[in-house]
């Protein structure tokens, strides 16, 4: 009884990964923290251009409430560019 149990947990067992598939799997996890990082850091300085037109009145005479301007204004945007650039150069 043990000799099969042995068996049908060595048949289900999986390879062991080769060197060469474990590099593409880390060249694949790499490249998908820097494009992460890169994508929060296009939308904090999205939110920083934003925020200035808002300042310049270019999308109309309305000033945004202050709680806004202290929270989600380049505050947000300059922690969202500091959290992109330190995730894409994550080793």
Do not use: C
């Not at 560019?81 to 894409?88: M, R």
Request: avoid cysteine; charged fraction near 20%; proline fraction near 5%.
């Amino acid at each position: 009884m043990a000799q099969l149990r042995r068996r049908t947990a060595q048949a289900g067992a999986l390879p062991a990964p080769s060197a060469e598939d474990e590099a593409r799997r880390n060249y694949r996890r790499k490249r998908r923290f820097v494009r992460a990082g890169q994508a929060i850091m296009l939308v904090g300085a999205l939110m920083a251009v934003v925020h200035w037109l808002t300042h310049i009145e270019a999308f109309g005479p309305e000033q945004p409430a202050v709680w806004l301007d202290l929270v989600a204004g380049y505050p947000m945007a300059a922690i969202l560019l500091i959290v992109g650039a330190s995730t894409a150069g994550r080793k």
